[in-house]
């Protein structure tokens, strides 16, 4: 265990008052005018996100990071920055902070949590809704001109309400998604995850927990929300794919990795599976050649939080936590929404 980092020291060296803080992209005005208020801040205000290389050679005299889902935080930045005391990621995903090698050098990490459930949860159905309807797939149709006549089997797609909804992970948004599915679309809710819920919150949701294998071979609509880890890392491959019914979409809105995107190319391409609709994808902003070509794939960039109420709101809470997290604000030294909040009972 490393020596915890003093949080809200000024920085004695440049002698500015302010503790140093990188932004690794752009964000709302107001955001950054809050954060400007207490820091000095180097904003990435180009295009593109900062390379490893870039980000390296930025946090050398930074106290804190304000960090965007497209930068990683690991143990060479770390290294590279031995002044850094908190990082604060806006996305409740947080894989792309070592939060163990955070911790092991007093680092506090953060995240957004809540502020984006049911926006997340919203656009899960949604994707849903359009891989068992065919929407993008008919709106290609139609724009093609290709639409000349009706007939009876035109884009049939697979029934949503009264049928089972599978769904891979039951935090916060697995749940948001059950409830709409139980009580919006009258649908069989089951779900597996590591940890049964208690059994009134169950009952709340109308979800029964079962076997992976048993999810995977029941399910209609097959949701996936599971945080990425080495665990989780292709929890849905081949294999799994293989229980599936050939009526039956997936939808991924966890992280790019959970779900192996060739062995689920292969899935739709030989129509294993009915379709799927993607928002996270390995290695994204790539996306698998194979998928780009299906009909059967509703393929969206990461946007499942993207309403201008939710995007806001988790700007506003990664501020939050990096200014009370380096110790200023009205919530000094208690940042709202910790990962490793033993870093803050060392005393840092
Ligand atoms: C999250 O918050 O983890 C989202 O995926 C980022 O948009």
């Not at 804190?64 to 497209?70: A, D, E, N, R, S």
């Not at 029934?159 to 891979?168: C, P, Q, R």
Request: aromatic share 4%.
């Amino acid at each position: 265990m490393g020596q915890p980092r003093g949080r809200g020291a000024p920085d004695q060296e440049s002698g500015s008052m302010k503790p140093k803080v990188l932004v690794t992209r752009k964000v709302f005005p107001e955001v950054l005018e809050r954060l400007g208020a207490h820091f000095e801040l180097e904003v990435n205000d180009t295009e593109r996100p900062w390379t490893a290389d870039e980000l390296l050679a930025r946090v050398q005299d930074k106290a804190g990071i304000y960090l965007t889902p497209t930068n990683r935080v690991d143990a060479a930045v770390l290294d590279a920055g031995p002044g850094l005391k908190v990082v604060a990621n806006m996305a409740v995903g947080f894989n792309n902070i070592d939060v163990a090698a955070c911790t092991a050098r007093g680092v506090l990490c953060t995240n957004t949590p809540d502020v984006l459930t049911e926006t997340t949860a919203d656009f899960g159905f949604a994707l849903l809704l359009a891989a068992a309807r065919r929407l993008t797939e008919s709106e290609r149709f139609l724009r093609a001109g290709q639409w000349r006549n009706w007939s009876f089997d035109m884009m049939m797609g697979r029934e949503v309400h009264g049928s089972t909804l599978a769904i891979l992970g039951m935090g916060r948004i697995g749940q948001a998604i059950a409830r709409r599915g139980a009580w919006g679309f009258g649908m069989q809710v089951i779900y597996h995850n590591r940890s049964r819920l208690p059994a009134d919150t169950e009952a709340a949701l109308k979800a029964t927990h079962v076997s992976k294998e048993a999810l995977l071979r029941q399910a209609d609509h097959l949701m996936i929300v599971l945080p990425y880890s080495a665990e989780t890392h292709h929890a849905v491959g081949a294999a799994e794919l293989a229980l599936m019914k050939r009526s039956a979409t997936l939808t991924n809105i966890a992280r790019g990795g959970v779900v192996d995107d060739a062995a689920l190319a292969g899935a739709l391409r030989e129509r294993r599976i009915a379709a799927a609709a993607l928002d996270v994808f390995e290695g994204e902003p790539q996306v698998h050649p194979a998928l780009l070509d299906l009909p059967n794939a509703v393929l969206t960039p990461h946007i499942a939080s993207a309403t201008v109420q939710t995007r806001r709101a988790m700007a506003q809470l990664a501020a939050d936590n990096l200014i009370a997290g380096l110790g200023c604000g009205p919530q000094a030294g208690r940042p709202p929404t910790p990962l490793n909040p033993q870093v803050l009972a060392q005393g840092g």
